[in-house]
């Protein structure tokens, strides 16, 4: 398998097909990258941050973890910001280009062997924390 793009994170439409998505806050790791991306895209311009850190291969031994924030302006952060986490560590903070519609999770792994292509689930797992209901987002 070659020319894999990966993807992680939160999206308004869910259901359709994740290259389909205009409005998205997700970790994206490209062939071509060297390191995963963390994006925001509100149907319009891609804010775009190299995390600085290199993905790794997927083992028992050696996981990465990656956790997305996503505040409203009422927050203590003051405007509405994604923070973006890698194995504990904040690697982006966007405050531009977020969506402001309802979003849910997505993840995926897609390439093509040759002229075929193939989807191919990532390894990925979600795991959702519920904030207070007087936090506005």
Same mark, same amino acid.
Do not use: C, M
């Given at each position: ?18 290259? @389909? ?25 891609? %804010? ?35 923070? *973006? *986490? ?5 690697? @982006? ?8 519609? @309802? ?22 797992? *979600? ?5 207070? %209901?007087?936090?506005?987002?």
């Amino acid at each position: 398998v070659n020319n894999i793009t990966s993807y992680g994170g939160f999206v308004n439409s869910p259901s359709t097909d994740v290259t @389909a998505q205009t409005s998205y806050v997700w970790f994206k790791r490209d062939s071509s990258d060297t390191n995963w991306l963390a994006e925001s895209s509100n149907g319009g311009p891609v %804010t775009s941050t190299d995390t600085g850190v290199t993905p790794t291969a997927a083992s028992t031994t050696s996981i990465q973890r990656f956790r997305i924030e996503i505040h409203g302006s009422t927050t203590s952060y003051g405007a509405h910001t994604a923070r *973006f *986490f890698i194995n504990e560590s904040l690697v @982006a903070t966007h405050t531009t280009n977020l969506p402001i519609s @309802a979003l849910g999770p997505a993840w995926a792994s897609l390439g093509s062997v040759g002229a075929s292509a193939d989807t191919y689930l990532g390894p990925w797992s *979600f795991r959702f924390n519920r904030y207070p %209901t007087n936090v506005n987002l």
